[in-house]
T-cell receptor
């Protein structure tokens, strides 16, 4: 199946710093990438939908100035957590969609990035 | 608001048992239902269901969708300890160029030897 690479897999940072997480589709072009957040023992919560070359669409309650998403190419999207605080500590997962337009396609996930803010 | 509800939330069985996991959905402009298995990291894809009544199988796993009842089940026969994981279902919506996935809370399956 398609491969989505996410980096870094784990990051520990101090409060107030910014952290960038990369998501790459390795063997296909992803017109749409999604960023999820998962707290322990909870399900995946969609944060934002990222379309190549356009601004990301954020879900209600997600601060777009805090979680900056850039989708500069068809194979790369980045999530930057700005001025991170301990409550931002979580598991962040990206996914990429193989379908385009109304074709459903499949959705493949990266390995996830565990962020710990001290 | 789109909603996906899974049941049970957790399940403990012995190796060799058969389990059925449930997923009901209320999703506007529904296109497909996806099942994923999540162990320690990111979810891995199991099935995508778009048509009602057609069973999809992969080894000991099978799944079927009932679009009339807005319901899907995931069956696992002859369970093994390696099946222990959280099983997630998600409904997908497509409206124009908008594609969205809504996840249920998952079913935590524990298979004991």
């Amino acid at each position: 199946g398609a491969v989505v690479s996410q980096h870094p897999s784990r990051v520990i940072c101090k409060s107030g710093t910014s952290v960038k997480i990369e998501c790459r589709s390795l063997d296909f072009q992803a017109t749409t990438m999604f960023w999820y957040r998962q707290f322990p023992k909870q399900s995946l919560m969609l944060m934002a939908t990222s379309n190549e070359g356009s601004k990301a669409t954020y879900e209600q309650g997600v601060e777009k100035d805090k979680f900056l998403i850039n989708h500069a190419s068809l194979t790369l999207s980045t999530l930057t957590v700005t001025s991170a605080h301990p409550e931002d500590s979580s598991f962040y997962i990206c996914s990429a969609r193989t379908g385009q337009g109304n074709w459903v396609g499949e959705l493949f996930f990266g390995e996830g990035s565990r962020l710990t803010v001290l | 608001e789109d909603k996906v509800v899974q049941s049970p939330l957790s399940l403990v069985v012995h190796e060799g048992d058969t389990v059925t996991l449930n997923c009901s959905y209320e999703v506007t402009n529904f296109r497909s239902l996806l099942w994923y298995k999540q162990e320690k990291k990111a979810p891995t894809f199991l099935f995508m269901l778009t048509s009602s009544g057609i069973e999809k199988k992969s080894g000991r796993l099978s799944s079927i969708l009932d679009k009339k009842e807005l319901f899907s089940i995931l069956n696992i026969t002859a369970t093994q300890t390696g099946d222990s994981a959280v099983y997630l279902c998600a409904g997908t919506v497509i409206g124009g160029s908008n594609y969205k996935l809504t996840f249920g809370k998952g079913t935590l399956l524990t298979v004991n030897p």
